[in-house]
Each structure stands twice: as C-alpha cells, then as structure tokens.
C-alpha cells in the first residue's frame, strides 16, 4: 500500500451480522411471512457473527486504515434505515454511526479494500478496490480477514 492510509468499506449483512440465521429461523416461526426482513425489529436485533465486533475495532485502531460500514438497504423494509444506524451504535459504538453508509450502489463509493459476502447484485462488482469475499474459502472468518490485514500492515512496515 502506498498510500498513508488504505480505506476500507465492510458489509453488515451476513458479514458483521447474521442476516441467514434471523431469516431461516424467522421463516421457521412464521411460515406465511415470506420476507421476515420486511418486519419491524428484523435488522435491529441482527446477532453479530462471531469475532466481527472485535475485529471490526482492531481495524479502526490501526492508524493506516480508515473503515466505514457499507450495507445496502432492504426495499422490503424502510425501517432497516434507522434499524440498521441502531444496530452499528449498539455493537460498534456511537463513533461509528458517523461512518455507516447505506447505498443500493456499492461500487459508487470510492476505496481501497470491501469486505463483503457477495460480489455482485448491489454494485460490488464496479467497486475499483479488492473485493474480499467474506465466507469464501480465501476469507471463511473474521480471524482470517484479520491475518490478511496484519499481513498487509507488516508489509508497510518492511
């Protein structure tokens, strides 16, 4: 990296939080609500998946990373607006608030690297950076992710 800082732009939906998981047991409870995703609370009571939390700070601590949340909204939903701005402010802190944005068009914003499990449908495949595919065989978890920008942080350094 030669730039001072590296930006860096992380998905929420099945990246930080368990969209899969609220959705299959949602439809599991209520059979006859095709999009749980639709009802009210759906976004705000999301679980974080494991290690996402931490590593999400660990990245923000590093002085040559600049992150912000990049999650698409659910059109089936217009509360996942404010849900999804409650979610970051009770996992992530109040700080962060101030660096989630919500965009349907993931590849207008300008970055180094997005973290995201898809790479295609919301923009992501315009995204000029790396696209680190969360949940694929190259990044199955949080502590993977990690390693790489460790590696990428040693590197600098060298």
């Not at 995703?37 to 009571?45: A, D, I, M, W």
């Not at 939390?53 to 990373?65: G, P």
Request: charged share 25%.
């Amino acid at each position: 990296m030669n730039e001072a800082f590296s930006i860096i732009y992380i998905d929420m939906d099945d990246t930080l939080c368990d969209f899969r998981a609220a959705y299959i047991k949602h439809r599991q409870d209520h059979p006859n609500i095709t999009y749980p995703q639709s009802r009210p609370g759906f976004f705000e009571n999301l679980k974080p998946l494991p290690d996402a939390i931490e590593t999400f700070h660990w990245l923000r601590e590093q002085a040559h990373f600049e992150v912000y949340i990049l999650t698409a909204p659910s059109v089936k939903n217009p509360l996942c607006y404010s849900e999804k701005r409650l979610w970051v402010e009770a996992h992530l802190g109040f700080e962060a608030v101030n660096r989630l944005i919500i965009s349907a068009h993931k590849g207008l914003n300008k970055g180094h690297f997005l973290i995201d499990d898809n790479v295609d449908g919301k923009g992501q495949e315009l995204f000029e950076g790396m696209i680190i595919k969360y949940g694929s065989s190259s990044f199955p978890d949080w502590g993977s992710v990690r390693h790489f920008f460790e590696g990428k942080l040693a590197s600098d350094r060298a």
